[in-house]
Every structure is written in structure tokens, then in C-alpha cells.
């Protein structure tokens, strides 16, 4: 009995121990960073005082000030590791003595300086363009999200030991590339961050709408890309684009309860239970494409506010014949002009169809056909057998349906489009 309640006990501390951690990595890392110049170190320090919390928690306590105690842990394993170098190099050595001078008895006493500048400057790192985008996302997942290796491989259904080269890889490529620990100058300001959104959304879409495996969502991934995104509207209140990216992903998560059977089944958006969408997730998109457009002023939505402009005719509208379709096709139009994309006139296509007939859509499917950008993208014959079985044409509407579920690697999708074959083969 004694032993059950100590297995209880320990479970529980390890629990309250990853869930701070959750909470804290991030600033820890990013701390750590400025204090060493090293994001690499940082990393590996943060690691050491993670594994201590597990070590002394469940024995002791959860402290007072968890962060605080996971800095001071972290500083002073830097100094002793430092120590025991039988040369320290003059940086190392000025560093050891900046922080054996600061007051570390009381882990709680521990000041949190620039902790907002130190995030910004660690995501700026992490989204840095010297490193490839999935490189990217697995360090930004790492040091930002605290997810561990092993939860990032199970995320994307990669190898643990792929994801485990791709971060240490990106940490030697930044220090290789001296990449410094800081914002970007004002000049390399709007490339840099539009750098950090596309990873967060790349995030983001992924658990939206999994690109592989057996199942069609991962919701763990959105909540993730979405606490990052709001973490970054904080840290750059006065960015309209940041605002309109987190609009978007809550404006897209409020679906996710009603976009799948409770057996895992994809329910397509005409078909769901509106009902069961999260009112409170559209009201906070609602807020921030407001603080978006506020930002913005005669200079136009850009790409993100305009997505976050469309999925908000769809988070409002109380059903589906309600949906604002016209506005949507405008809206989409905008957006091909701000930045062309044969994937957005794929979208212009199906509000389109919805806007004024299916004959409409397929005249843009078909020249995308023509155009060949779209020829290893599986929704682009999806879209146009749906909009062929709507026009009568189903034989055309079968063949293209199984085209699109041999291009698929999600399982749950591969079934729903072989369902809908079979649908069109009955006529």
C-alpha cells in the first residue's frame, strides 16, 4: 500500500514537473541563451535542470518559484561545467564570475530580466532562414514548445532518431553561421518574421490536417502552433500580421471538435455539427483579426488577416447556406493578388462553385490541370471530381476521386475519397 501511494506520488510530482516544464522551457532557454551567446548550451543546460527537477521534486517539493529554480539550477551547472574545463577562455571565465555574483541562494529571489526580449530573440533564432523548415519547426518545438524529441517524431511520424539529428544539425548550423543571439535589424525585420509565421502555421496545419498516418487530425500539434502564436502576439503587440495568423488558427481550431466522428471519421465542413464548434476560440478570433485590422489601417489585410477575414465568414455564419460566398470569392481574389499561388486559386475555385455553380469552379480547375503546378497535390483532383459530380458527370467524378486517394498519404482521407468514389459509381 505504501509502495502504491509512493508510485502515485512520484507519478503525480513527474507530471506537475513536465507540465512546468511546458511553461518554463521556453523562457529558460531563452535566458540561458543570452546569458551564454549559445543557443546549443542553453539547451543542453535547460535539459540538466530538467533532469534535476526530477531527481529533487518528488522528494522536496515543487518550489515556490518552479522557473526561478530551473534558472538557478541551470546557471550553476554552466559555472561548474565551466570549472572543470583545465582552461577556461577569458568569455567563459567573465561569464562564471557574472553569475557566481549573483545572489543564487534563494532560487525564488531569482530575477527574470528581459524575459520577453529573450523569447523574441529565441524564436527569431529558432526561425532563423539559415536552417531548413522542418529543421525549423523540430527546433522550434524544442526549445519554444518544450515537446521532447520523441513527442515531435510521434507528432510528424518520423524516425526519433531523424528528429534528433535535425535539431542537433540546426544547432551546429547557427553556430557555424554565427547566427547572434538578437532581434533582427529593422531592415531584415518583415523577412525574418514572416519566416516565424510560416513555421508556426506549418505547425499548425500539420495537426489541422495531418499530411500522413491513420489519423486525419492532431490536435495536440494546433494547441501547440496556437500557444506559440499567441506567446508571439504578446511579445509584438504592434505586428498586424502576427494578430491575423493567430485569428486564423482560432478561427480554424474552433472546428476541430466537429471535424471528425468520435471514431475518427473526417466530417467535411458542409456536413458538420456547427453547434459543436468552440464559441469561445471564434470570439478571440473575432478580437484579433479586429486588433489585426486596427493595426493595419489604409495599408490593406495582409496574406494571414485575409485568410483569417475568410475562415471568419465560415466561424460566423450559423449554417452553411448562411455563408457569405461572394465575399469569400473577393476575399480570395485579394489574396491571389497579394500573393499568387495556384493553391489559393484552388480555394477561389471551390468558393467559386459555392458563389455561383459548379461550372464556375471547374473552369479554374481545369486551367490549374493545364498549368500542371498542382499535378502531385491530391485535393486538386478531389475538388474537381466533387465539383464533376455535382455538374452529372460521374464517371469522370470516380476516376478522379481514386486519382486523389492514391495521392493521399493520410489513411482517414484515403477512405473518405474511396467513399466518395463509390458514391459517384452508384450514380
Known amino acids: ?239 498586424p500580421e502576427v494578430h491575423g495568423l493567430v485569428a486564423l488558427m482560432e478561427f480554424q481550431a474552433s472546428r476541430l471538435p466537429a471535424r471528425a466522428t468520435a471514431d475518427g471519421e473526417p466530417i467535411l465542413l458542409q456536413d458538420q455539427d456547427r453547434t459543436r464548434w468552440d464559441r469561445i476560440l471564434i470570439g478571440r478570433g473575432v478580437a484579433a483579426l479586429a486588433r489585426a485590422d486596427r493595426l493595419v489601417g489604409s495599408r490593406g489585410r495582409g496574406p494571414y488577416a485575409l485568410q483569417a477575414a475568410i475562415a471568419a465568414c465560415h466561424a460566423t455564419a450559423p449554417a452553411p447556406e448562411d455563408t457569405d460566398w461572394e465575399e469569400i470569392v473577393a476575399l480570395y481574389g485579394a489574396l491571389g493578388s497579394l500573393q499568387p499561388s495556384a493553391v489559393v486559386e484552388l480555394n477561389r475555385a471551390v468558393a467559386l462553385s459555392m458563389a455561383y455553380g459548379p461550372e464556375a469552379g471547374l473552369d479554374v480547375v481545369d486551367r490549374l490541370v493545364l498549368d500542371g503546378a498542382l499535378e502531385s497535390y491530391h485535393l486538386l483532383p478531389s475538388v474537381r471530381a466533387d465539383f464533376l459530380l455535382k455538374l452529372g458527370r460521374a464517371a469522370e467524378a470516380e476516376e478522379e476521386f481514386r486519382r486523389a486517394a492514391a495521392m493521399t498519404g493520410n489513411e482517414r482521407e484515403r477512405a473518405l475519397l474511396l467513399a466518395r468514389a463509390e458514391e459517384a459509381a452508384r450514380g
Open 1 to 239: 500500500m505504501v509502495e502504491r501511494e509512493r508510485t502515485t506520488a512520484d507519478r503525480a510530482a513527474a507530471d506537475a514537473v513536465e507540465a512546468v516544464w511546458r511553461i518554463e522551457s521556453g523562457k529558460l532557454v531563452a535566458g540561458l541563451a543570452r546569458w551564454t551567446g549559445d543557443v546549443g548550451l542553453a539547451e543542453e543546460l535547460a535539459q540538466d535542470a530538467l533532469v534535476a527537477a526530477l531527481e529533487q521534486w518528488p522528494e522536496a517539493g515543487i518550489p515556490r518559484n518552479p522557473g526561478a529554480w530551473l534558472t538557478t539550477v541551470a546557471k550553476r551547472r554552466a559555472i561548474d561545467g565551466w570549472r572543470r574545463r583545465e582552461r577556461l577562455d577569458e568569455r567563459y571565465a567573465a561569464l562564471a564570475r557574472d553569475l557566481e555574483q549573483q545572489d543564487d541562494d534563494d532560487p525564488a529571489a531569482v530575477v527574470e530580466e528581459e524575459i520577453e526580449d529573450d523569447l523574441l530573440r529565441l524564436v527569431f533564432v529558432a526561425c532563423h532562414p539559415v536552417l531548413a523548415p522542418p529543421a525549423r519547426v523540430a527546433l522550434t518545438l524544442k526549445l519554444l514548445g518544450g515537446l521532447t524529441t520523441e513527442e515531435i517524431a510521434r507528432a510528424f511520424l518520423v524516425p526519433v532518431p531523424t528528429i534528433a539529428q535535425r535539431i542537433v544539425r540546426a544547432k551546429r548550423t547557427l553556430t557555424a553561421a554565427h547566427v547572434p543571439f538578437e532581434v533582427p535589424d529593422r531592415a531584415e525585420y518583415p523577412e525574418r518574421l514572416a519566416s516565424v509565421l510560416e513555421v508556426v502555421y506549418l505547425i499548425f496545419n500539420e495537426g489541422y490536417s495531418a499530411t500522413a498516418g491513420d489519423d486525419w487530425m492532431r490536435p495536440d500539434l494546433c494547441q501547440e502552433a496556437l500557444r506559440l502564436g499567441r506567446v508571439l502576439a504578446e511579445l509584438t503587440p504592434g505586428e
